[in-house]
Structure formats: C-alpha cells, structure tokens
C-alpha cells in the first residue's frame, strides 16, 4: 500500500512531497474510523515495549526525529503512525524561511536525502499554540537553535529564549548544535561553548519546580576525541544523555554518481549510507560513558535489523527520518514487533 503512496509522492520534488504527504494524513484521519485503523495497522499497545529513560516512561522506544514536524503541526496525526514519541522542531526564537530553494534532494540509489534546510520554521512562539491543548498522553520533545543572524557568542540567548518558551509544553529537550546548514553552528560543539551552553540551560531548569531532561544532538563526523570531550561534558553539566547522530556531511561510498552528488551541492546526508556511522558513534558513547547517560540512536535505520543494531550498539531508544520517508509508517510496527521478538529469544 506505502509503495503506492510512495510512487506518486515521489513524482514531486521532497519537499513539496513532504507537504501533500501531510495533507493526506490529515486529511484521511479525518474521515470517520481511519484514527482507528490507523492505530489497528501501524500501532502496538504491548507494556513489554514500554520503557522508562531520561525519566520518562515511553509507550515504544521507536520515535520521529526532529525536522519532520518543524512547526508542531503534524504530531497529532503523527501518533497514528505508531511512534512512540515524536521530536518536534528545530525551533528558533524567531521565524525564518530557511535557505533557498530547492534545499532537499533525494539519492534513490543511496535510499538517502540531503538537505540543506537551515532551520527553517514560523518559530517557537507559532508552536507554541499547537502545543497548548496537546494530549499529554503523548511524548514530544523539543528540539531548539539559534536563529541564522544570531551571532555564536550570543547564541546562549537564543537558546535560553526557545528553552523557557516551551519548557511548559514538551516533555524533554534537545539541544542542536549539529546541523550543518546554519553557518558556523557547529563550532558550538566545541567543548567551552558547549560547556558553557548547556550549563546555562541546566541552571535554568534547576530553577523549575520540576527539571525536564534536556539531551544534545551531536554530527557523525566527530572524531574519537571530540566524542571523548562530549562523554566529559555529558558528566559534567549532568544532562541527561546524547542523540547521536544528526546528518553528515561525507560523501564517501554513495551509490549516486558524483555529478549528480557535485550538483546538489552542501548540505547533510541522511539515510542508509549514514547506518554503519551512526551506529558506531552510539556503540562508542555508550562504551566510553559506561552507560551513565541515556543515547538516543538515530541514522540509517531502514528495517527492523537497524533498529537492533543500534539498541544493542547501547541506544535506549531509537529515532527514525528518512527510513521513515522511504519505508513509510509500516516501519515502526516492524521495528518495535522484531524489538518483542529480539527481547523473548534473549
């Protein structure tokens, strides 16, 4: 059935595709019984799947990644898919249209996309407002940035603003300082700024009345050093685990061929060719850490296969994006049916 869906999706360029696609769901979910069958062909109601981590106690450990519902418009059609858990944004203090356009190309060859996106959304306080009459019962996180214009040494700012927005609507926090498509964001995984950064955001939230867990999204292409750093500064500011990873920006081992990858130009790389990667850097944490803090896997899971790898790798839960897009929402029932199965036989 996805097959079909996905054939004529494709007849469209991404992101355009992304928006009828969302419609669509809308729109079927509005006709009389589709919540309910939705919920009976991609949902799993089993209290083995259910899992308690950063203190949250999550219905399945298979969740959305950030970027698909930037502007929290989808979430709540979202929850028929299945997930578990859905990460809204990222969401910057101000609205912004992002880079220009085209900005998201698919591989077909790789089952990948590169996007160059750029944070584009209405901003934090338009989310909001979707926000407020949520249905509590469901998970989401909050992923947040800094706005393009906002130069790195006032960047905290930026965060604090997105953080006391939408402390009172989300369940737990992501900090993204690993996008490649917002100039120099990156530098913020430096260890000082980054130290600097999430202290700030951890002092913040002791001064709630009750703390939220706030995690950071870090690239693939750290080096074992830098990740080394990143265990440190886990420890240090007491956050509560890792999402590792965001897209990369390697280009080794496509299947597209290199003109058309030289064409479509910068931006970061999700799919299957980040899979082995992001599985590595999870493994590493996880080793490195000595399983003190929570790790979101996420990257290149595309079957219930990846899935394991990553939760085996040391991943707590797992995230899905473009495993999503290319597999669509059957995915997620696989994945959390071989999860029951991988749990039985162990």
């Not at 591989?107 to 949520?134: C, H």
């Not at 440190?232 to 299947?255: D, Q, Y």
């Amino acid at each position: 059935m996805y097959s079909i869906s996905k054939s004529f999706l494709f007849l469209f360029n991404p992101e355009k595709a992304h928006h009828i696609a969302a419609k669509l769901i809308r729109i079927t979910l509005k006709l009389p019984g589709m919540k309910w069958c939705w919920n009976k062909r991609f949902g799993i109601a089993d209290p083995r799947l259910e899992k308690e981590v950063i203190g949250i106690r999550f219905p399945n450990p298979v969740g959305l990644a950030a970027g698909f519902d930037k502007n929290a418009t989808m979430f709540q059609d979202l929850k028929y898919c299945g997930f578990g858990f859905i990460e809204i944004g990222t969401l910057t203090p101000k609205g912004q249209p992002g880079n220009e356009k085209p900005r998201l190309f698919r591989l077909k060859p790789d089952e990948a996309l590169i996007n160059r996106m750029g944070f584009n959304n209405d901003g934090v306080e338009i989310a909001i407002e979707k926000l407020k009459n949520r249905d509590r019962s469901q998970i989401i996180g909050g992923n947040i940035g800094k706005n393009k214009v906002t130069p790195n040494e006032e960047a905290i700012e930026d965060y604090k603003i997105c953080f006391e927005a939408l402390f009172p609507y989300v369940d737990y926090f992501v900090v993204n300082v690993s996008s490649p498509n917002t100039p120099n964001l990156r530098e913020l995984q430096d260890k000082e700024p980054l130290t600097n950064l999430l202290n700030t955001l951890q002092e913040l939230n002791a001064q709630k009345e009750v703390p939220k867990p706030i995690l950071l999204k870090i690239a693939p292409d750290l080096t074992n050093e830098q990740l080394d750093d990143i265990v440190e500064i886990v420890k240090e500011t007491k956050i509560a685990g890792v999402i590792a990873t965001n897209t990369t920006i390697s280009r080794e081992g496509l299947k597209t061929d290199k003109k058309t990858v030289e064409e479509i130009g910068a931006g970061g790389l999700s799919g299957k060719p980040l899979t082995k990667r992001s599985t590595e850097v999870v493994r590493y944490l996880s080793e490195k850490g000595n399983k003190s803090f929570a790790i979101i896997g996420v990257g290149g899971i595309h079957s219930p296969e990846d899935a394991l790898e990553k939760l085996d790798a040391g991943a707590d839960l797992v995230q899905l994006y473009t495993g999503f897009i290319y597999e669509g929402p059957g995915l997620i029932k696989k994945i959390n049916k071989a999860i029951l199965e991988h749990n039985r036989s162990n």
